[in-house]
């Protein structure tokens, strides 16, 4: 349990403090022409941690956790963070969810802050396959999609996303796949002879991880990711009841 929770603490430094206040130099980077890169990059960090499995809670069910996802270098079209020396940079949320009765639907909210920037959102998870006690051997499959709003001190915008993922429902280890894609805004704001300008993109991607059971109702898992062409790691933590 001690490893548990010392994980839950790290994810954030993990997957926010990779570069310390990564979007703090947007101000003296921005131009009209690097807003949708960057925008495709920020999407892909929050599509990131829209699924960790294709299974869904089931009624009546409450699972919350944390998430984090690592950009391992912005997309070379992406002025903003390159021309600002970023490396590799992150964003994590906290998520909580619960299953409605009957219709095979999860609700889920999520959000973060730190360093002056904001994610608040929430989605529905529709469960399209599910395995069973005597159907191991098929896959679990669902469908979700998710809407966020985004905030900083010289940006805000919103990301939509919607994906499908499979997951097999196997003794501790529970391996899963799935695709997505981001449409994600970004705005400009307080950046005098910027404010208003605004950039929109739409991008896909595409996940395979495996998630663990340590212990009973305990899970954890890890992912490699391809955001937008760029390479990325998933890695979160949670309970599950």
Excluded: W
């Amino acid at each position: 349990m001690r490893k548990f929770i010392l994980l839950l603490c790290t994810l954030p430094l993990l997957a926010a403090g990779v570069k310390a206040g990564p979007f703090s130099d947007f101000k003296d980077n921005v131009q009209a022409a690097y807003l949708k890169p960057f925008a495709a990059d920020l999407g892909g960090l929050i599509g990131g941690n829209d699924f960790n499995s294709g299974r869904s809670i089931g009624f009546p069910g409450f699972e919350a956790g944390l998430a984090g996802v690592v950009q391992a270098k912005p997309a070379i079209e992406d002025r903003i963070l390159r021309d600002a020396g970023v490396g590799a940079f992150g964003a994590a949320v906290l998520h909580a969810g619960a299953a409605l009765p009957l219709i095979g639907t999860d609700v889920m909210l999520r959000g973060t802050g730190y360093s002056g920037f904001s994610i608040i959102g929430g989605g529905l998870r529709y469960s399209v396959l599910k395995s069973g006690t005597l159907t191991k051997f098929i896959p679990d499959v669902s469908v979700s999609a998710f809407y966020d709003v985004i905030n900083y001190d010289y940006f805000k915008g919103s990301h939509m996303s919607l994906n499908a993922a499979a997951s097999f429902d196997l003794p501790v280890i529970k391996p899963y796949a799935g695709v997505g894609i981001d449409r994600t805004r970004v705005e400009v704001k307080n950046v005098p002879g910027f404010n208003g300008m605004s950039g929109t993109i739409a991008k896909p991607r595409y996940t395979l991880g495996l998630r663990f059971s340590p212990m009973p109702l305990l899970y954890v898992y890890g992912a490699y990711n391809m955001l937008h062409g760029q390479a990325a790691y998933s890695m979160g933590a949670g309970a599950k009841f």
